[in-house]
């Protein structure tokens, strides 16, 4: 059977994640102390213990999917002796899931990992004022439909598709008032419901160029090595391999739109027949489903999740 590991985005972060696997393996404990290590942070507190409000905000959800997702891969490698360059033909991720995919196949380290994804959360934070930008998920349309409403809508302010996450779920990102016209004009002259997202900054604009310019410096820094399997790139749904272009990709996937439904139609394209999600929550395999029900999709999470895909494998 062959395999894509996939990893979790934004929005699968929940309190608790994570704590039954450090309770249970010692691997995957350390791999939550080295990630509080590398930011000089109990994150890992934060990501067993709560406040919700402060896991969920930007700067500490991104490094923390990152740690949940390494953290079963490595039980995954101690456990079941899986090799990520033989157990899959890519690796692929949501966003910042893009960091947690690098790190698995080797292209970084887990605390480079969460240096950057820290860096890369505080600097989307602080790229638009609180207030001044909104997301909102138009339902039922395609990404040409939703492009063209946003075009419509923006009126000199910025407004444009962040994510196509999968058939009928595009999701529109930039100025708050932009995003609310293509929200009615969705509603009005198409007959489409609309999603508003409770984000705290408009990801995947133009907008996010400070962010872009702040992770070109950071990423500049960074040893990168070839991964050990292919990368399917968000804003090119294509597989890449040279570190140079990674980089690239990385810096233009702050202001580019995420193609995660094309990704995935190039993975079974290219002979993937089964996703495995690597992380927090079930949301690439829900859209794995609804992207081309040929494919099978598995999400591995906790200590029971790593037991039944072991007996798989």
């Given at each position: 059977m062959t395999r894509a590991f996939v990893f979790p985005g934004q929005g699968s972060q929940a309190v608790g994640m994570g704590r039954e696997l450090a309770e249970a393996f010692a691997v995957a404990r350390h791999t939550f102390e080295e990630v509080d290590e590398a930011l000089g942070q109990n994150l890992s507190r934060l990501i067993f213990e709560g406040?919700?409000?402060?896991?969920?905000?930007?700067?500490?959800?991104?490094?923390?999917?990152?740690?949940?997702?390494?953290?079963?891969?490595?039980?995954?490698?101690?456990?079941?002796?899986?090799d990520v360059g033989r157990a899959c033909r890519f690796v692929a991720g949501h966003s910042l899931g893009e960091y947690s995919a690098l790190a698995a196949a080797g292209t970084f380290g887990v605390a480079d990992a969460a240096r950057l994804l820290k860096l890369r959360g505080r600097a989307m934070q602080q790229a638009v004022p609180v207030g001044e930008g909104a997301m909102a998920a138009i339902l039922g349309v395609d990404l040409e439909t939703a492009e063209r409403i946003a075009a419509e809508a923006a009126e000199g302010e910025v407004c444009a598709a962040a994510n196509d996450n999968a058939p009928g779920q595009v999701v529109l990102s930039g100025h708050k008032a932009a995003v609310e016209r293509a929200t009615r004009i969705a509603q009005e002259r198409e007959g489409k419901r609309s999603v508003s997202l409770p984000v705290s900054a408009p990801f995947h604009c133009a907008l996010m160029a400070p962010a872009a310019k702040a992770m070109a410096q950071a990423l500049a820094n960074v040893d990168l090595r070839a991964p050990l399997v292919p990368l399917v790139a968000n804003v090119t749904a294509e597989a890449v391999t040279a570190p140079d272009e990674i980089r690239r990709l990385l810096v233009e996937q702050v202001t580019g739109l995420v193609r995660w439904r094309e990704c995935v139609l190039f993975?079974?394209?290219?002979?993937?027949?089964?996703?495995?999600?690597?992380?927090?929550?079930?949301?690439?395999?829900?859209?794995a489903k609804r992207i081309d029900r040929q494919l099978s999709a598995v999400s591995v999470g906790t200590p029971a999740d790593i037991e039944a895909f072991l007996k798989t494998v």
């Open positions: 406040p919700e409000g402060d896991l969920t905000l930007t700067e500490n959800a991104q490094p923390a999917l990152m740690a949940v997702s390494l953290a079963v891969l490595r039980v995954l490698q101690q456990e079941g002796g899986i993975m079974k394209e290219q002979g993937v027949e089964t996703l495995v999600e690597i992380g927090s929550g079930k949301v690439l395999a829900g859209l």
